[in-house]
Structure formats: C-alpha cells, structure tokens
C-alpha cells in the first residue's frame, strides 16, 4: 500500500530514501486524483521494496505543496537521493508512471 506521506514524515520518507520515490498530490475532490489513485497503490505493491510509493493529500499538507509549487493535481514527482529527477501532472496510463519509476533505477 502506498504510503502516507504529510508535512512531518516528508523528510524522513522521500527527501533521506535510499530508494526512488514516487509522490502522488492528491486531494478527495479531485477527480483525476481517483483515476490515478488505484494505480498508484498498484505501483506501491509492484515496486515493494525497490522504491518508495507515497501519496500527499494537499489539504492536510499545505507545507509541502507549496514547498514544490504545486498548482495542479494530480501531481507525480520522481525522486532520487533527495531530489526531483523526474514529474507527471495530470492523470496518465501506469505505463507511464511505472517506466517513469523504472528509469530511475536504473
């Protein structure tokens, strides 16, 4: 299951991973963000212990949404050694996002 990630855990869980990250901001009233939320979780059990799968909620983390700008959702950041290497805004096909991943571990 992809993890919670909130203002407090961001540090810990995306910005000190050994591991890609993959970040998807969402919110409850997005639409797309509920298109995009099933394949996120799946991506969370297929890249189970090879990267880090976590979704923000913009309402209940204003911090780091404004921290990397976030204007539009959802948005999928890729990150690797504590930065952004790669994003996707808008809902896309698992494809997308899962050679998105992929590539960064490489």
């Known amino acids: 299951m ?3 990630i909130t203002d407090a855990n961001f540090e810990e869980l995306v910005l000190k991973s050994d591991k890609p990250v993959l970040v998807d901001f969402w919110a ?6 509920r298109m995009v939320g099933p394949v996120v979780e799946e991506l969370a ?3 189970d212990g090879k990267a ?6 913009v ?4 911090e780091i949404s404004m921290k990397f700008g976030i204007r539009n959702i ?14 996707q805004i808008g809902a896309v096909p698992k494809s ?11």
């Open 52 to 57: 880090v799968v976590g979704k923000v909620n």
């Open 96 to 106: 997308v996002l899962a050679e998105k991943l992929s590539k960064q571990m490489a």
């Open 28 to 33: 409850e009233w997005c639409g797309p963000c």
């Open 45 to 47: 059990k297929e890249y």
């Open 2 to 4: 992809a993890l919670e």
């Open 74 to 87: 959802p948005a999928l950041l890729f990150f690797k050694n504590g930065e952004i290497v790669d994003k």
């Open 59 to 62: 309402d209940h983390n204003p």
